[in-house]
């Protein structure tokens, strides 16, 4: 691949969502160097180990670089991008004009570009005419999606990560931060050693590399979060830590909320035994929150991947608004994201039950609005389904086709073996994607060959709402093309108008057309207290497209002077997004996980990430130094549960579900509660004998938000 620079391209690192700036640049060698840029308020020059080898993950092995249809034999045979377009928008049209347009599906990823969400979406919801579009973020961040339309009337983020610096306490709930969002962690850890004061409070029922650095960690047990953040709620209230001024002029709803918390979780000690967490460390924890005015709670996987995930993320808002600390430097509830674009997706109505520029599917107003700025022909009329159902959809043989995008969902799906029975009996399945040989591409009918990292151009939004450029620095390997090219062409060949773009540059700007015509229309009865807006990013040519710096939503412009302003912190003004411009206190009636362990399944799976390896290894595994980290899968599991049940540390050891079993290797790490162990989501069918834990996760999902239960699934283990 040759460069197309070779002084070095500002970039986005493509792995979690801290979002951080890099720079690229081919050495003489033909080596790619990759530098934290120090200009990048995200990260300000740092990089993780994950960030610093991705010059060792962008080679050509394994690439998926000609369009590639399957034969009647089951081969791949190469074809050209009109035969293999041709065969994607033919068969969508026809099974579309025989079954109706809920029976075609696509399901994306936030591994994609905003520009590639947003015309997916497009596509989808308004020319198809059908909303069966969701996402792998659906996996990771729906239920911070769902608790914050709850709490704020929109999908808002409060804080900023400068906050977290800002703080006087950092709580992190369900995330292993040092490992999987290593340079917030180091940011935490850097303001931590400038003020020894500023205290770091770790909730997780693992002893995680995140609590090295904590002044407590709470090991709560798994699923009671719920417990114990209404037992916060009811202490900060009934201890003189009752924002009143606040609570009056600014939210609704306390009353139910407090009752509800009261009822079950007024009193410590009972919240402890619940929580099996000791008493005097919940108390000491909630009189440093009662006592700490700058406080922020970060939450991530650990609280959203739960049947009560929504309610786990309003229980923490609900804290937050009780006391008043939200809107102000330094305090606020946070949800630290997974994915690189999980929040661009959602700007761009990436879920299944959402439209573009935060607005709701199953708003009449909205849907009109977004239909008559696209012009387009069929608008969805009801939300899709959600990824657990839309994969449950093509089993049952109700969706008949589906076009699957930068996302591997048979080992990153729960009950993974359903989404395997699915594509072997779907009619047609799709596949864009970089690498070939994936689980899931073993089952498409067409491959399409898209841009990876380094080659492809467009925004990235991370955690802190920070909108950022990923600039190409390789020239298009074999016939690649970027992925919002590829369905804008597949669009054409159905027959629909609107997909004739100049470049990329023209996709963002129609996306912050559409944000800014939502709120400018005073006949769009309700629009006016949204918050997502891009009116200053509006009307740049290709050249200030590609001069973007990075800028947090929502983005104005001044009317005289033209000047361009990010915001760094929502809800200073105190005004939030429902109609009355008040945030809602939720009431979390508190429940457990949806299957508890019993005398045939034991023990509770819990998945997550290690530190170097991202998703399913397509890229992370290509380095050799990522990988010396932790070379195979393993099961970590209590020294006194492997005695019990026969599997010696070292050993191979089969893991069940009542959804299937894998085969790793067992240790003991030190950091896991008895009764739990914990098994990585990254290895696959193509990395060892099948070791994709997902083929065992419970398929049981958050009923409002569709976020499935990672966190606790019962197992038993035998050796192998
Ligand atoms: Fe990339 Fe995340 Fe590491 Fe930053 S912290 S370099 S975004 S993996």
Avoid at 391 to 411: D, L, Q, S, Y
Wanted: net charge negative; charged share 20%.
């Amino acid at each position: 691949q040759a460069p197309l620079s070779t002084v070095g391209t500002k970039t986005t690192c493509p792995y979690c969502g801290v979002g951080c700036g890099v720079r690229a640049a081919m050495q003489a060698d033909g080596v790619i160097a990759v530098t934290g840029d120090e200009l990048h308020p995200a990260n300000k020059g740092r990089l993780c180990v994950k960030g610093s080898a991705l010059g060792e993950t962008v080679d050509l092995d394994g690439r998926l670089l000609h369009p590639k249809v399957r034969d009647a034999d089951g081969a791949l045979q190469r074809v050209s991008w009109d035969a293999a377009l041709d065969k994607v928008a033919g068969g969508l049209r026809d099974i579309i004009d025989r079954h109706g347009p809920d029976s075609v599906a696509l399901y994306v990823s936030g591994q994609l570009l905003t520009e590639d969400y947003y015309i997916a979406n497009k596509l989808m919801k308004g020319y198809v005419g059908s909303a069966n579009i969701d996402t792998n973020s659906r996996l990771c961040m729906s239920s911070a999606v769902a608790g914050h339309k709850r709490a704020f009337g929109e999908d808002l983020v409060p804080v900023s990560y400068e906050d977290l610096e800002l703080a006087d306490m950092v709580v992190l709930v369900g995330s292993n931060t040092a490992w999987c969002h290593p340079i917030l962690f180091q940011r935490i850890a850097k303001a931590k050693e400038n003020r020894p004061e500023m205290k770091l409070i770790v909730i997780d029922p693992r002893r995680t590399a995140t609590c090295e650095l904590a002044d407590m960690h709470l090991p709560v047990k798994a699923g009671t979060d719920v417990w114990l953040f209404n037992g916060l709620m009811s202490f900060l209230a009934h201890r003189g830590a009752r924002d009143n001024a606040f609570v009056d002029a600014h939210t609704s709803g306390l009353g139910e909320a407090l009752a509800i918390a009261d009822a079950d979780c007024a009193d410590p000690h009972e919240v402890a035994r619940i929580c099996k967490v000791d008493v005097n460390d919940l108390l000491a924890f909630y009189q440093l929150f009662a006592d700490t005015e700058k406080v922020i709670t970060g939450f991530s996987m650990g609280v959203n991947q739960s049947s009560a995930g929504t309610d786990k993320v309003n229980s923490i808002i609900n804290c937050h608004l009780i006391s008043g600390r939200i809107g102000k430097p330094g305090m606020g509830p946070f949800s630290i994201t997974g994915q690189p674009n999980a929040m661009g997706g959602r700007e761009v109505g990436g879920l299944a039950n959402m439209l573009a520029a935060h607005m709701d599917l199953d708003n009449a107003l909205h849907r009109d609005t977004v239909q008559t700025f696209w012009g387009s022909p069929h608008m969805a009329d009801k939300p899709g389904l959600k990824a657990v159902d839309l994969f449950n959809a093509i089993e049952a043989g109700r969706i008949k086709a589906v076009w699957i995008m930068a996302t591997n969902p048979m080992v990153s799906m729960p009950d993974a073996n359903v989404v395997q029975r699915a594509l072997s009996k779907c009619e047609l399945v799709v596949a864009s994607d970089i690498v070939e040989g994936t689980d899931t591409n073993a089952f498409a009918h067409v491959l399409l060959p898209a841009l990876g990292w380094g080659e492809k151009d467009g925004t990235v939004t991370n955690s802190e709402r920070r909108i950022s450029r990923q600039r190409a620095f390789l020239t298009a390997p074999g016939e690649a093309r970027p992925d919002w090219q590829i369905i804008c062409d597949v669009a054409i060949r159905m027959g629909y108008r609107g997909f004739d773009f100049a470049g990329v540059h023209a996709v963002f700007d129609e996306h912050a057309r559409l944000s800014s015509y939502r709120n400018g229309p005073p006949q769009i009865a309700g629009n006016s207290m949204r918050v997502f807006n891009l009116d200053g990013l509006t009307g740049m040519s290709k050249q200030q497209f590609d001069q973007l710096q990075p800028i947090q939503w929502p983005v104005t412009r001044d009317k005289h002077s033209g000047d361009v302003t990010g915001t760094a912190r929502l809800f200073g003004n105190q005004r939030y997004a429902h109609a009355d411009g008040k945030a809602r206190f939720v009431a979390t009636p508190p429940r457990g996980p949806a299957h508890l362990p019993d005398e045939e399944f034991p023990l509770t799976l819990n998945t997550g990430r290690v530190r170097d390896q991202w998703h399913t290894m397509t890229r992370t595994g290509k380095s050799a130094r990522l990988a010396d980290h932790v070379p195979e899968s393993f099961i970590d599991m209590h020294p006194q549960d492997a005695l019990r049940y026969g599997v010696r540390e070292g050993s191979l050891a089969r893991i069940s579900s009542r959804w299937g079993a894998m085969v790793a290797r067992v240790q003991h790490s030190g950091g896991i509660a008895r009764g739990s162990v914990f098994v990585p989501i990254h290895w696959s069918n193509q990395t060892a004998s099948d070791a994709r834990v997902g083929a065992l996760v419970n398929p049981v999902v958050d009923p409002l938000s569709g976020e499935p239960e990672f966190k606790h699934t019962p197992v038993s283990i035998e050796e192998f």
